[in-house]
Nanobody, 127 residues
Framework: QVLLVESGGGLVQAGDSLRLSCAAT????????MGWFRQAPGKAREFVAA????????YYADSVKGRFAISKDNAKATVYLQMDNLRPEDTARYYC????????????????????WGQGTQVTVSS
């Protein structure tokens, strides 16, 4: 069982930066691939970024590539999402998720492949 709590969201202007954090509890955090997803009102939840359990591989949606960076601190049981050069279209509720399988080789980008979810943190970017 993995419990996830996101923080770091807020209201910012276009071009600003934010760093989201996702603190995890559970003895096996280090063995999970982790992902960030987001959902805007009236839209489906979409993939943002993912990182392998070791932290050695990262994946990004095309819409955030070059602006966002995902990282994982296994010692602190925390995964981060650094978001730079934010745009109004980044406005959404951001969710942290842990994969359903430990030590998975494939890092999934589909929400249905993630078993554990946080409550989310709101990010609003004004123009």
């Amino acid at each position: 069982q993995v419990l996830l709590v996101e923080s770091g969201g807020g209201l910012v202007q276009a071009g600003d930066s934010l760093r989201l954090s996702c603190a995890a509890t559970g003895r096996t955090f280090n063995s999970y691939n982790m992902g960030w997803f987001r959902q805007a009102p009236g839209k489906a939840r979409e993939f943002v970024a993912a990182i392998s359990w070791s932290g050695g591989r990262t994946y990004y949606a095309d819409s955030v590539k070059g602006r966002f960076a995902i990282s994982k601190d296994n010692a602190k049981a925390t995964v981060y999402l650094q978001m730079d050069n934010l745009r109004p279209e980044d406005t959404a509720r951001y969710y942290c998720a842990a994969a359903g399988q430990t030590y998975a080789i494939v890092v999934e980008t589909t929400a249905s492949r993630y078993a554990y979810w946080g409550q989310g943190t709101q990010v609003t970017v004004s123009s």
